[in-house]
């Protein structure tokens, strides 16, 4: 496809963590927040279950390796506000969520920094197995340096060079996952004894930089072979990663005119890279307060609001930027100088963002915004309203749908399935069921498989670069 498809629905995924604060920092303190309950599988199996009523696309569960220090160089703040950790690793949860749905995708997050990618990629095929084809891989390659410390480096690898070690790492993932074993490889012959053909399995013979991997595949094909590769980097290198790699694009904007213009520039590299404008699905961030009227809504955003911890939010913002937010007064700004070392399009986007068009936010004033969703948009009114609006964001800057945070969980999700979801489908901008398949599938609708001309299809055996 080449142009922009006006007829196509308004996306939606859920944005959540294995953790008590992820995006909004002292709203576990809500009484009706049940973040806290992110130990109970429970949990994780009723929000599976309200996103499927809702036909969301997935849920995105992100993941950290490490503790938001950089503010003020300790974990004090972040322990106390609950901020990212404690944490659990979000794969053990996917098995349980994929047991009570038939339809609901899930995006993991796992780094490529401190696992080798051979283990790595039997557990992601493990998963798409136990999902029948429902599972996404989040690519990151961190910002966080406890996470480099307690890992026996001293800080994380430079910026850039991060992409270029994840290159690597997903080559590895690619050859083993599309040109080890073919896709008849499988005989199951009960009369000969014979379960997998030798001759079809073979060697990935990966020598390179970083990693030496000679011999086959563990796991035999799963249904997408290669999970749907999600990734969120917006910074020119991690751009092109996502333009040679990524099916699905999560970004922060936190307004429209940045977000259009970052959705241009996706596109734009995707079709550098050899693919179609929309072989990539783009999803912006966005916090949803509803209700059933506009003044319910409200009411019930500056109940949240006043839930907001600053000091948490501030950890997270360090974090985020890899600046030491507690050197600056709370009224400070910014400025063009600052290099960061961590998520470079979140410190970018926080010098664009403004209350009006030539001032840049306080300190203060981010921590504000962080206080109720995090990074992105917040949108509060009634359900119609809101659907509005969506619609709006995505014809306005062809994004293709919304990476939706919580305020409190799973409260926020429950009212965007209650209040939005119907609005949205009575517009006909929503779909009323899924796809049949594979999550690659629901997301493009042409089969299970990577296309041909996404960078892993070169390194499947009848492409003769892996014998």
Avoid at 206 to 226: D, L, M, N, Y
Wanted: include cysteine; charge should be negative.
């Amino acid at each position: 496809m080449t142009v922009k498809d006006p007829q196509r629905h308004v996306r939606l995924n859920a944005f959540d963590m294995n953790c008590v604060v992820h995006q909004s920092p002292g709203l576990w303190r809500h009484p009706q927040d049940q973040a806290d309950r992110y130990n109970d599988l429970e949990y994780w199996t009723h929000l599976a279950q309200v996103l499927e009523k809702g036909k969301f696309d997935s849920l995105f569960i992100a993941d950290v390796l490490g503790t938001y220090d950089v503010f003020g160089s300790t974990n004090e703040i972040p322990l106390s506000a609950g901020a990212q950790v404690p944490v659990n690793d979000p794969i053990l949860l996917v098995s349980a969520m994929a047991a009570v749905t038939k339809n609901l995708g899930f995006g993991i997050t796992a780094g490529t920094a401190y696992e080798h990618p051979y283990p790595f990629a039997r557990r992601l095929a493990t998963l798409d197995h136990l999902t029948k084809g429902r599972v996404g891989w989040n690519v990151v390659t961190g910002y966080l340096p406890s996470a480099a410390r307690n890992m026996g480096q001293e800080d994380q690898l430079e910026h850039d060079e991060r992409y270029n070690h994840a290159d690597e790492y997903l080559e590895v993932v690619y050859k083993l996952l599309e040109g080890s074993w073919e896709d008849d490889a499988v005989v199951k012959d009960r009369e000969s004894g014979v379960y997998t053909d030798p001759s079809k399995v073979h060697e990935i013979r990966h020598e390179g930089q970083h990693f030496k991997v000679p011999g086959i595949a563990i796991t035999e094909p799963s249904p997408q072979r290669t999970p749907v590769i999600f990734q969120a980097g917006a910074s020119a290198r991690g751009m092109r990663f996502a333009a040679e790699n990524a099916e699905a694009v999560f970004v922060s904007s936190p307004t429209k005119e940045i977000l259009t213009s970052t959705v241009a520039k996706i596109r734009d590299a995707a079709e550098a890279a050899g693919r179609g404008r929309y072989d990539i699905r783009i999803y912006a961030m966005q916090t949803v307060i509803t209700a059933a009227t506009t003044e319910e809504a409200q009411a019930k955003y500056r109940d949240y609001a006043s839930y907001t911890d600053i000091n948490g939010s501030l950890a997270l913002l360090s974090g985020w930027t890899g600046i030491d937010m507690s050197q600056f007064d709370l009224d400070d700004v910014i400025g063009e100088d600052v290099k960061s070392n961590a998520i470079q399009s979140s410190v970018e986007n926080f010098k664009k963002a403004s209350g009006d068009a030539d001032k840049p936010w306080t300190i203060r004033q981010m921590a504000q915004w962080i206080g109720v969703g995090g990074f992105g948009p917040v949108t509060v009114g009634s359900g119609a309203e809101v659907a509005d609006k969506l619609i709006e964001w995505v014809d306005d800057t062809d994004v293709d749908g919304f990476n939706l945070a919580y305020a409190i969980t799973p409260g926020t999700f429950e009212d965007v399935v209650e209040f939005v979801v119907p609005q949205l489908q009575a517009r006909g901008s929503y779909p009323t069921d899924y796809e049949p398949g594979t999550l690659r599938n629901k997301l493009f609708g042409r089969g299970d498989k990577l296309p041909e001309n996404h960078k892993a299809a070169g390194f499947r055996l009848h492409n003769s670069l892996v014998r």
